[in-house]
């Protein structure tokens, strides 16, 4: 979903860019700021692009780092970046969009749009998949569970494929949220089957032109060449220097807007202006989402309301690849903050809170003391030892009929590692959960160290293994049925 591919930007055409950059003069709060990104402007580091937005205009805006390192590029405030799951905001807009044309209801079944989902016996609603609250199996945790590379090139189609392969929900639908990007994904394919064109012009002719937002787009194609577009890296796990980490992925709707801090402030004021829906368009974007059970949930559409320090705030990031991005407003302050990056190891939601109360510092509770001694951040799981016989019982291979895939696992260590994943299609690939290796804690019960993965072992009436179930975060309960009698398909 968030491709790689950019139109280089020459170091001349890079100068020329930061000469048309508007001049701020020098403040005690504009170097604050600068210093709050210091460690981004070491030689050769990727970095960030923040936007700082008070009364309908940008008061300050600035680049830090190269946004290819490659050729040394600088990072400006016109850089545009893959802002990740910040871009649901949009997503949601264009359903409330189309709401407000008569071409759909919040209210309304998602299969009445896209027929090939199961039937779960209950409906899910649009209302559903912008609040979280569907218990849709999110289908990025699915892909990784598959095996898929996010650098791999994946579509709408194998995106509805995966989604509409899966048995059960995570929950009854309102009845709990869980964070699943199969809803947005859902929402951008409603978008196409309810206006007739695809999320990428949709939001082009109803949001994105009508604000001047002349840098911002959905990106469906992979192939596609953005100006001006920074790269994603991540700094490789032995200290030297950084590796791409780029996505080909090209389904939208969760994802997938390219953008500058420069354009997000012509978004971020029409939650002033209401120039795109008006009023009560912008109220129902932010209203909050409801459990059945009553419990009001700190999520409205594509949009989390929070409170900062005493302050009302709304905000999203977002995350996708080396990509990090927070759009984050102060209604009341008529205040707002867009941090972009383009390294993995970039906390925006953080360095957008400190800029944030650099400039509203005399408005803000004091912050919470730092605790006096340290927890750690994980204990180590409290498991037990197996005998290498007992631990071998669990291995073999196992079919999933959701995934279409095949895990090889064996004992290792005193572990049960994930030892491959094996395609349908007889290809092997050696991503997402490979390589894995799982703790026991109970009996039958299995836990990764350093995740939510979780398995569970079936016995039959013989009390012989016979499947586990896997838990894996956003996606529970998926069914792995063991290969005994004759090799599970795709196998040799």
């Not at 981004?40 to 805006?61: E, L, N, Q």
């Not at 409330?96 to 779960?120: F, H, T």
């Not at 572990?415 to 290796?437: E, M, N």
Request: contains cysteine; charged residues 25%; hydrophobic residues 40%.
């Amino acid at each position: 979903m968030r491709g790689v591919g950019l139109l280089r930007i020459r170091p001349i055409t890079a100068i020329l860019l930061a000469g048309c950059m508007p001049a701020f003069a020098q403040s005690p709060e504009m170097a604050a700021v600068d210093r709050i990104f210091a460690d981004f402007t070491t030689a050769g580091s990727p970095g960030c692009a923040v936007g700082v937005f008070r009364d309908g205009k940008i008061i300050y805006a600035k680049g830090y780092g190269l946004a290819n390192v490659e050729e040394n590029v600088p990072i400006t405030p016109q850089t545009v970046f893959d802002i990740g799951s910040t871009s649901k905001q949009f997503t949601a807009a264009s359903i409330l969009l189309l709401e407000k044309q008569g071409k759909l209801s919040v209210r309304d079944d998602v299969r009445k749009y896209i027929p090939e989902l199961p039937d779960y016996g209950v409906p899910i609603t649009l209302l559903n998949l912008l609040n979280h609250t569907s218990g849709l199996r999110d289908y990025l945790t699915l892909m990784e569970l598959a095996g898929i590379n996010i650098d791999g090139v994946t579509t709408d189609d194998d995106a509805l494929a995966i989604i509409a392969r899966q048995k059960k929900l995570n929950f009854p639908p309102g009845s709990d949220y869980l964070y699943s990007n199969s809803g947005f994904f859902l929402l951008s394919v409603v978008v196409k089957r309810a206006s007739g064109r695809p999320l990428r012009e949709f939001a082009q002719e109803n949001i994105f032109a009508p604000l001047g937002m002349t840098h911002t787009q959905y990106r469906d194609d992979h192939t596609s060449l953005i100006s001006n577009r920074a790269l994603a890296y991540e700094r490789k796990d032995n200290g030297g220097g950084y590796a791409l980490d780029v996505s080909y992925f090209e389904q939208t709707g969760d994802g997938a807007v390219h953008t500058t801090v420069e354009d997000l402030q012509r978004w971020d004021e029409n939650f002033y202006t209401a120039q795109i829906g008006g009023k009560e368009f912008l109220a129902e974007l932010q209203e909050q989402g409801k459990l059945t059970s009553g419990k009001m949930l700190d999520y409205a559409k594509g949009l989390a309301i929070l409170e900062f320090r005493g302050l009302r705030a709304v905000a999203h990031a977002g995350s996708w690849g080396g990509y990090r991005a927070q759009l984050v407003r102060f209604p009341d302050q008529h205040f707002s903050v867009a941090c972009l990056c383009n390294v993995g190891n970039a906390n925006t939601a953080r360095l957008a809170g400190r800029v944030a109360e650099v400039y509203l510092s005399s408005l803000l509770k004091p912050a919470e003391p730092a605790p006096t001694q340290q927890e750690p951040e994980s204990k180590p799981l409290d498991s037990m030892k197996l005998s290498a016989a007992d631990l071998a019982a669990y291995g073999g291979d196992y079919w999933s009929d959701e995934l279409r895939v095949t895990y090889r696992l064996a004992g290792e260590d005193g572990r049960l590692a994930v030892k491959d994943v094996i395609g349908a299609d007889l290809v092997s690939r050696p991503a997402g959960i490979t390589h894995r290796v799982f703790l026991p804690v109970a009996a039958d019960q299995f836990k990764s160290e350093r995740s939510q993965f979780e398995l569970h072992f079936n016995r039959d009436e013989r009390h012989a293994i016979d499947g586990f179930t896997l838990d894996a975060g956003r996606t529970r309960g998926m069914y792995f049925s063991r290969c005994d009698s004759h090799p599970c398909p795709g196998t040799r």
